[in-house]
């Protein structure tokens, strides 16, 4: 199975507060990526950061970082410093062979005021 | 750069009609992938191009189809349009060269509605 499993179907944080977004994943292979997007109401799907499963740091991209552990298959997402701006829905993504990605269900984020 | 250019951006079909979208890839991205999205099964794959061949295929059915021109624009097509197929759906590119993560780079999207 290549299943992405996000638990929290919405989250809510206060301004300028860091919130952490859950991700679990379940894979075979020994190689793969995970991604995070962000998709405003716009419609259309943000990249903010990857993974790759044999990096030992894990990934920041400014205010974004990937809290990686490898052994519980779990990418979760933080954003420290919330936005409004921020407020959103966030899909963790695994890609495959083929450019085949597999989407979580997303985590609607309302960041308030 | 210019990004990913979806067109068209709204539609709205009857059942049994069919519907052709476009979308031109990121310059220098070979690889053209469409997902559905919908608020029921989430973001679902639908095929992958690269240098005009299909290499990969989700599990819809043969009225979902598609195809990659030479110059990577790629266009999908659904015939006998149903209720069901009312979607966004979302095209990717990607640069799949040496040193990329091989992250996909959506366009906005073309949000099909069937009556």
């Known amino acids: 199975a290549q299943k992405i499993t996000q638990t929290q179907p919405g989250m809510f944080v206060q301004e300028k507060e860091a919130v952490t977004l859950d991700c679990t994943y379940d894979?075979?292979?020994?190689?793969?990526?995970l991604f995070w997007y962000k998709q405003p109401s716009s419609g259309e799907m943000i990249f903010l950061i990857y993974?790759?499963?044999?990096?030992?740091q894990n990934a920041t991209e400014g205010r974004y970082s990937l809290n990686f552990q490898k052994a519980r298959k779990s990418a979760n997402l933080v954003i420290s410093a919330s936005q409004l701006g921020d407020s959103a829905m966030y899909f963790c993504?695994?890609?495959?062979?083929?450019?085949?990605?597999?989407f979580g269900t997303g985590t609607s984020l309302t960041v308030i005021p | 750069k210019a990004g990913v250019t979806q067109t068209p951006r709204y539609l709205i079909k009857t059942r049994g009609q069919q519907v052709t979208l476009s979308c031109s890839p990121i310059?220098?991205?070979?690889?053209v992938s469409w997902y559905q999205q919908t608020p029921g099964q989430g973001l679902q794959f639908l095929f992958e191009?690269?240098?005009?061949?299909?290499?990969n295929k989700g599990n819809f059915p043969g009225r979902f189809s598609g195809r990659q021109f030479s110059n990577s624009r790629s266009e999908m097509n659904v015939s006998t349009l149903e209720l069901g197929d009312s979607a966004l759906y979302l095209c990717?590119?990607?640069?799949?060269?040496?040193?990329?993560?091989?992250?996909?780079?959506f366009g906005e999207g073309s949000r099909l509605t069937v009556l």
């Open positions: 990717a590119s990607s640069e799949l060269g040496q040193g990329s993560t091989g992250e996909l780079f």
């Open positions: 894979t075979s292979d020994q190689s793969y990526g």
């Open positions: 993974q790759g499963s044999y990096d030992e």
């Open positions: 993504a695994r890609g495959n062979t083929g450019n085949q990605f597999y």
């Open positions: 310059s220098g991205h070979r690889s």
């Open positions: 191009y690269f240098s005009e061949t299909q290499r």
